[in-house]
């Protein structure tokens, strides 16, 4: 079956650190990835994503590229700030499923929690 | 745009009672909605795929007797916790697809609902 597999937290940083949280998979196919991002208190929101190999997605200063080679879709930030804090989960959709009934069905990492300071 | 809401975002009741929990996509039509649980600083677990009009598609372990799921329109799914028990109490969270949506495995998420059991 599926499996996203991402770096163990918590993260703490200073602000402008850089940021970079692990996430390897294994899947069967060609998955598209994904970032979410869960704010305190919040639902979770997109933060970017790719779907196929070598694609980079970014945004808000964050990137990540599909590795299909390394099965890895690691997150990237060069300069942290604090309102980053939060809760941070990969993610691969599954693109089976007969009649697109289980059509991007989510199969989601830990969760890395991300703390960062003044 | 695409904004999921869920009611209610905290419920409390006693064992033995059943809690209804409503998700809605207030600015767009979802022919699928999804319904996860979150235990505390784990990751989300998907319980089922809701499709308008059809019965739920539940994943493995997850009873559908106890976890009823009803998705009667485009914009509402409820997912009803059945005589409810202490170790029912976690966070759940549905998603929703954008049926018009040219991304077709993009999820926007509701904020969940956090129910404890006493």
């Known amino acids: 079956g599926n499996s996203v597999t991402q770096m163990e937290g918590p993260v703490t940083l200073s602000e402008e650190a850089f940021l970079t949280i692990n996430c390897t998979y294994t899947a069967t196919g060609y998955p598209s990835l994904f970032w979410y991002v869960q704010y305190p208190g919040e639902g979770l929101q997109l933060l970017l994503k790719?779907?196929?190999?070598?694609d980079k997605g970014s945004n808000k200063g964050f990137e990540a590229t599909y590795r299909k080679e390394t099965t890895s879709f690691h997150l990237e930030k060069g300069s942290v700030q604090v309102s980053d804090s939060a809760v941070y989960f990969c993610?691969?959709?599954?693109?089976?499923?007969?009649?697109?009934?289980?059509?991007?069905?989510?199969?989601f990492g830990q969760g890395t929690i991300l703390t960062v300071h003044p | 745009g695409a904004v999921v809401s869920q009611h209610p975002s905290r419920v409390i009741c006693k064992s033995g009672t059943s809690v209804k929990i409503e998700c809605r996509s207030l600015d767009f039509q979802a022919t699928t909605m999804f319904w996860y649980r979150q235990f505390p600083k784990q990751s989300l677990m998907l319980m089922a795929t809701s499709n308008e009009g059809s019965k739920a598609t539940y994943e493995q372990g997850v009873e559908k007797d106890k976890f009823l799921i009803n998705h009667a329109s485009l914009t509402l799914s409820t997912l009803t916790v059945t005589s409810a028990h202490p170790e029912d109490s976690s966070f759940y969270i549905c998603s929703a697809r954008d049926v018009l949506a040219g991304a077709r495995d993009e999820q926007f998420f509701g904020p969940g609902t956090r129910l404890t059991v006493l």
């Open positions: 993610a691969l959709s599954d693109h089976s499923g007969a009649g697109g009934t289980s059509y991007g069905k989510l199969t």
């Open positions: 790719a779907t196929k190999a070598d």
